[in-house]
């Protein structure tokens, strides 16, 4: 009997292991990513199709033609092409510009390559499944990235807390799906970040190259440059910082100028100046950060506001390192540039994705000081407020008796623990807290990125993809 409980006692010491849990953050982050990828955000989503159709016409026609948000002189139509459907009301005119300047061709390229491998050909709107399975590799990439990073920076319970947070936020799960040029740069950036801290100098090289694939993305992937100058500036190492940057800047110069001058100087820069001084309006960080979520619609995912909370506090209250302060004013970098760059009278969601990678990397800060029953606590409102996020008819609201149980118990039962119990007792329900609070919130991403197209469409049309992951698998089965 002694044998069996020491056996039963190791198996649940490796299941609750630091790698076994970050294996299975991983693995269910990644399903959550994956699973009805095509329904949320909706099929086919214009910002997404501009980066495939200048792709496409890239490689087929040697220019990038799309659509643009920007105001080109009619010199510039290129053709009208109606799209959409009619019954979703999706159904509009788009105009297409020759050449597109609104950002720089690596996105459009893969986009294009990767499209074009399939069969589809300019002006095609692919399956939203197919576009976006590109992105589901580089958030793979982000996350290992991250692990690591955590991982460099603080103790393994907080570097499991501040993973878990990232992977499993259903606002990050749908973000990092999209065919943005966030989900390009955040990879460039964490990578460099990594490079740094952990001090892999033999890497330095990558960092000129890290850089200029961020800004060959999009001009805001100038946050990599910049997060690279000021690693070595925090040193004080200063021919480093102007090697490095310059470096940087020199690649991305080097890579783009000439593909720029092939399309037609003139065009460029008075295309490119016409944007640069377009209005934007007084979009501040309170308005940016009031708006949850990573797309244009209001997503009030509890983990988004945590992330916010915890990750500012841990800006502010980090201990003083070089590690620490590079982190500090890279995060606070990061906001002031999306403060300078946000969209006219808005702010595109996805706009936030650097900015809020950076403050989850600072909420291990504060896991490295708030007490675990707290955390678990915390938890357990966050998973509670996330099942708010679907709604059927059946459950709209919860029954006045089952809201005030479910809400009294999440304070309730942790103060009469703590109040009448030892503390060996104490410790085993927080341990189990945080263990139900992991398992709970793995589920729920699940559950989340099954439901939440079905939820949101009950009583309206929403366009039906072309291409699903179900057909997908059956197909595969088959």
Known sequence: MGWRKMAGVSVLKKLLSVS????????????????????????NDADELAFVYAGQS?????????WSSFSYDEKYHYSYETTGDKSYNTEGEITFIKPWFDH????SLLQGLWTEAWGYRFPSAPPSLLVRVPMLALALATLVLFWKIVRQLFSEQAAVFAYALFALSPAFIIGQRMVVGENVIVPFLLASIYIMISKSKQWYALLPVLAAGALLTKMTGVIVLLVIGLWFVLQKNWKSACVYTGLGAGLFLLLYLPFVYSLGWQEFIEITSKQSFRLLGWVNPAFIMSQPGFHHYIFFDLSYYLILILGFSGVIIGKQSLKTRFMQFST????????????EQDALGWYKLPLFTLLTVSTGYMFEVIKPSIVAIVGLIMVTNNQGLVRFVEHPLPTTERLRLTVTSLIGVPFILDAFTNKKIQQKAITFGLVVVLFLAMAQALYVADSFYDAQCQHKHCPIPLVTTTQLLKGFYE
Not at 58 to 66: D, N, R
């Open 58 to 66: 890239m490689l087929e026609q040697g220019i990038p033609i799309s």
């Open 332 to 343: 606070l970098g990061a906001l002031l540039l999306l403060w300078i760059t946000s969209a």
């Open 20 to 43: 076994t849990l970050v294996v299975c953050i991983t693995g269910v982050g990644m399903v959550a990513r994956f699973w009805k990828m095509e329904f949320v955000p909706f099929q």
């Open 104 to 107: 720089p061709y690596l996105l």
